[in-house]
């Protein structure tokens, strides 16, 4: 079945330094892909989404692209902040007709001052 | 505040104990989505509607699960004889549209704990 691996976390990182989240899938068909983030203490929320290959999401300074030859969807973001703290979830949406999603298991993110 | 919201947002029972979730979705979606969130991991699918029919079930939705949304609005799960391993946050989410790429709007969550 259509899944979604990412890295494990705790990350730790200093402010200003350049992050990533590996994500890689497995799915049958074409899915469209999506990044969401949890805040401490709130709902998750949309981060960003790309749905065909080579497409590149965007928001908040993150960026992520499609890469079907290499099944990934890789988060990045060039300088973090502090408030860039929370819990990351890589997640996809097959196009078979179905609206089943599947997520990963999510990568908590510290940034220290 | 036009979010999704569920309620209760937590609840304790005991086990054999049914156990009924609200959500009510941003107004005029027409897309619901249940989920269930355990520690450390992420959302399982568990079921969605589109307007008032449900379209998808996952096979983690025993016969001890229902979810309805009579009048495609607000959306019920209920969890009969609940056991320890119900013990997980239930997430609603709503969308509008037609195409899967449509944005996903999540609630607070309902936090179950069974005893």
């Known amino acids: 079945g259509d899944s979604v691996t990412q890295m494990e976390g705790p990350v730790t990182l200093s402010e200003e330094a350049f992050l990533t989240i590996n994500c890689t899938y497995t799915?049958?068909?074409?899915?469209?892909l999506f990044w969401y983030v949890q805040y401490p203490g709130e709902g998750l929320q949309l981060l960003l989404k790309?749905?065909?290959?080579?497409d590149k999401g965007s928001n908040k300074g993150f960026e992520a692209t499609y890469r079907k030859e290499t099944t990934s969807f890789h988060l990045e973001k060039g300088s973090v902040q502090v408030s860039d703290s929370a819990v990351y979830f890589c997640?996809?949406?097959?196009?078979?007709?179905?609206?089943?999603?599947?997520f990963g298991a999510g990568t908590r993110l510290f940034v220290k001052a | 505040d036009t979010g999704v919201s569920q309620d209760p947002r937590h609840k304790i029972t005991k086990r054999g104990q049914n156990v009924t979730f609200r959500c009510d979705p941003i107004s005029e979606h027409n897309r619901l989505y249940w989920y269930r969130q355990t520690l450390g991991q992420g959302p399982e699918f568990l079921t969605y509607?589109?307007?008032?029919?449900?379209?998808?079930k996952s096979r983690l939705l025993s016969d001890r699960f229902s979810a309805e949304r009579p009048k495609g609005s607000f959306s019920t799960l209920e969890i009969q004889r609940t056991e320890q391993g119900d013990s997980a946050m239930y997430l609603c989410a709503s969308s509008l549209g037609q195409r899967i790429q449509e944005t996903q709007y999540f609630g607070p969550g309902t936090r179950l704990l069974v005893l």
């Open positions: 790309a749905t065909k290959a080579d």
């Open positions: 509607f589109q307007n008032e029919a449900q379209l998808e």
């Open positions: 799915a049958t068909g074409y899915p469209s």
């Open positions: 997640a996809l949406t097959e196009n078979t007709g179905g609206f089943k999603t599947i």
